[in-house]
């Protein structure tokens, strides 16, 4: 078959396939709760409330002005793959390659291809495929039912003991994390346990228990976000910040139907969404800070994903528009600003898949076009 052939009929296949070997053995709920594991120090903490004393203000709206001008500079427009090829762009460690899933011809591997900011031949940067550590130091993968962490650099591995579930790498890359469930109906009052471990699998914890969630994030500082209920006759979902060790917790935000939950990368704010409560005051994408608890509520819905610690970078949800809009929100502030103007950077992203450079300065996506993946890149500060 030949490439373009087979990208365009075989591309979800292929992605699907190589997933589906890279999850077998982790998917969201276990079919049972793992045992005791040796070195527990399971501990729940109680649950501390933000402070309450200075009250969330109302929030602030800022829907899209019409005419909006267009920015200027404008980003440039890049493309930097060919033939319909590529699906999953994410960043090499340092910023400096796009990387995305791949078998550019049939004697190819699939694997993780890369290509500079500036375009040129693709390169292969590893057929290994799973969930890597941010550095990608680590990779974690399944093997006859368990999930195992393998050391990139020398390829020592060890097993971890989550009973097969999927994990997640702290920042660092220290610990682990992964969330253990009661099987079956219904997902929103069963009993979850979230745990850690080093990542070599030692030092074991249950972290904490929750009801109707899980593990939703990391904090710069390796605590965890996580989602759920504390006890059974709450209502809503709370999204709270748990230590490792044990010990108090904070609830940050607090819904009905909470979605798509996010950390800036400093952990300074949260973004997330709230939907079909019945309260149009209620429904929509917030912002909270961590530590303040002050939260505020953007005029605007759509893709969303952080720029920096204080920057949201969101695509407005528009379908009348040939183009997609880019836009900027200041977390701080509320304020919102076009990025970039359908006319002058004309672009559209296929199914919600596009990435953000480690600077904050490039997005790279799949165009809905073409099917190739194609660069933003932004003028300084």
Same mark, same amino acid.
């Given at each position: 078959? *030949?490439?373009?052939?087979?990208? *365009? ?9 190589? !997933? ?33 004393? #200075? ?10 002005p019409t005419g909006t001008p267009a920015p200027t500079p404008a ?15 994410? %960043? ?65 591995? %060890? ?5 097969? #579930? ?24 069963? *009993? ?7 990542t070599d699998g030692s030092q074991a914890r249950l972290v904490t228990? &929750? ?32 230590? !490792? ?23 300074? %704010? ?15 994408? /917030? ?7 002050? *939260?505020?509520? &953007? ?10 610690? #204080?920057?949201? %970078? !969101?695509?407005? !949800? ?6 997609? #809009? ?47 993946? /194609? ?5 300084g500060d």
């Amino acid at each position: 078959m *030949r490439r373009g052939e087979f990208k *365009r009929t075989g591309k979800a296949i292929l992605l699907a396939a190589v !997933l589906g070997v890279v999850l077998a053995a982790c998917q969201p709920r276990a079919p049972e709760t793992p045992g005791p594991l040796p070195l527990a120090t399971a501990s729940e903490g109680a649950v501390v409330a933000l402070p309450t004393t #200075q009250p969330s203000p109302r929030p602030t709206l800022h829907p899209p002005p019409t005419g909006t001008p267009a920015p200027t500079p404008a980003p440039t427009l890049l493309q930097l793959t060919q033939g319909g090829c590529c699906v999953e762009p994410t %960043w090499s460690p340092d910023g400096s390659r796009v990387l995305y899933i791949d078998q550019p011809f049939p004697d190819a591997p699939v694997g993780y291809w890369s290509v500079g900011l500036d375009g040129g031949p693709p390169e292969l940067y590893t057929d290994r495929l799973g969930i890597y550590s941010r550095d990608m130091s680590y990779l974690a993968y399944p093997r006859n039912g368990q999930a195992i962490v393998e050391r990139v650099s020398d390829g020592q591995t %060890w097993t971890i003991p989550s009973g097969g #579930q999927a994990i997640s790498f702290s920042p660092d890359g220290a610990w682990v994390a992964w969330t253990a469930g009661q099987p079956g109906l219904p997902f929103d009052t069963a *009993r979850d346990e979230v745990w850690a471990s080093k990542t070599d699998g030692s030092q074991a914890r249950l972290v904490t228990g &929750v009801f109707g969630g899980g593990i939703a994030g990391w904090f710069p500082d390796g605590s965890l976000l996580v989602s759920g209920r504390m006890d059974e006759s709450e209502t809503g979902t709370g999204l709270r910040k748990v230590s !490792l060790t044990g010990g108090e917790s904070v609830e940050i935000a607090r819904a009905e139907r909470i979605r798509g939950a996010v950390l800036s990368p400093g952990g300074s %704010w949260l973004a997330y969404l709230v939907t079909f409560t019945g309260d149009p005051a209620e429904d929509g994408l /917030w912002l909270v800070n961590t530590s303040t608890g002050e *939260r505020r509520k &953007v005029g605007m819905f759509g893709a969303y994903r952080w720029r920096d610690d #204080q920057r949201l %970078w !969101l695509i407005p !949800l528009e379908l009348s528009q040939g183009y997609h #809009q880019l836009w900027e929100v200041d977390a701080a502030s509320g304020e919102a600003q076009p990025l970039t103007a359908g006319e002058v950077t004309p672009f559209k992203i296929a199914n919600g898949d596009w990435s953000i450079s480690p600077d904050g300065m490039h997005l790279a996506f799949v165009s809905a076009g073409d099917g190739n993946i /194609w660069l933003l890149e932004f003028p300084g500060d």
